[in-house]
């Protein structure tokens, strides 16, 4: 009698590297019985993310399309992996159900980042971008209803969500260390051409500056640099990067780096 319970591949996280796990296996493996274990129902496309500041109408235009999963015969089960029988080669959620595997992919994705030393970073109006439906819903609301609105780093997703932002006309200021934004995914002369473009939409750019704090009693009332200089802002968004979110994978036994998981030459 076949083990309803038991698949070939199962895959933990339901996010763009999870999806795309399953969809390559499927084409790859068309013969396998493949699971992935998701932590929400709505999952939102990562990448399109900034742009639900103003562009896309509603979360629910940004959502992963995973009908094209199950439609092709993957099983998708919304419930939180806690745990790993790296033995028994289970995976145990927290409902108490668990999975037998054959080969298990970990997609658990990243999580925003927030220095310690920002002071003030768990005011009321201070997000991070998470990835998350209801915490991006939150954020979306918040920067609609905002007018002074304080971005912190002037990365990718800093510098989409800016600009963005200037399409309904909000007062956006970029805060990033670094002389110039995206320093570190373009060369000096491509940063300078993309600032220019940033300050033609009417948003403002601080470069080479730090935030010592956010301030405000119990909601963000605006920024202070390391200089003393205050940014007033009714909206603080901090986009500084993200971390692995190794939580699972150091619960199991994994051997961890200073970036992630260790993986071998495969």
């Known amino acids: 009698m076949k083990n309803e319970n038991k698949y070939d591949i199962?895959?933990?996280g339901g996010s763009a590297s999870g999806f795309t796990a399953a969809h390559t296996a499927r084409m790859l493996y068309k013969d396998k019985s493949i699971l992935l274990v998701k932590s929400e129902g709505k999952t939102l496309i990562p990448c399109a993310i900034p742009y639900l500041a103003a562009t896309l109408e509603s979360c629910d235009k940004d959502l992963m399309p995973y009908a094209l999963l199950t439609n092709q015969g993957v099983k998708?089960?919304?419930?939180?992996?806690?745990?790993v029988d790296r033995n028994s080669k289970k995976v145990i959620t927290a409902s108490a159900n668990s999975y037998e595997y054959e080969k298990l992919i970990l997609a658990t994705g990243s999580l925003p980042f927030v220095p310690s030393s920002i002071e003030g970073a768990n005011l009321k109006n201070v997000f991070k971008v998470h990835k998350r439906y209801e915490e991006v819903e939150a954020l979306q609301k918040a920067l609609r209803n905002?007018?002074?609105i304080v971005i912190i780093g002037g990365g990718f997703i800093g510098v989409e969500l800016a600009?963005?932002?200037s399409n309904i006309k909000k007062d956006i200021t970029i805060v990033e260390m670094l002389?110039?934004?995206?320093?570190?995914n373009f060369g000096e002369e491509f940063a300078i051409k993309a600032e220019e473009k940033l300050k033609q939409r009417?948003?403002?750019?601080i470069t080479g500056?730090?935030?010592?704090m956010i301030y405000g009693k119990e909601k963000a009332e605006g920024v202070e640099l390391e200089n003393g200089e205050k940014i007033p802002a009714d909206v603080v968004v901090v986009s500084i990067g993200y971390r692995p979110n190794i939580e699972l994978a150091k619960k199991i036994g994994l051997r961890i780096g200073d970036y992630g998981v260790l993986v071998d030459e495969f």
């Open 146 to 148: 905002a007018n002074k």
């Open 76 to 83: 998708v089960v919304i419930d939180d992996v806690v745990n």
């Open 163 to 165: 600009d963005d932002l």
């Open 209 to 212: 500056r730090t935030v010592k």
């Open 179 to 184: 002389p110039h934004c995206l320093l570190l």
């Open 202 to 205: 009417g948003i403002k750019i």
């Open 10 to 12: 199962v895959i933990v």
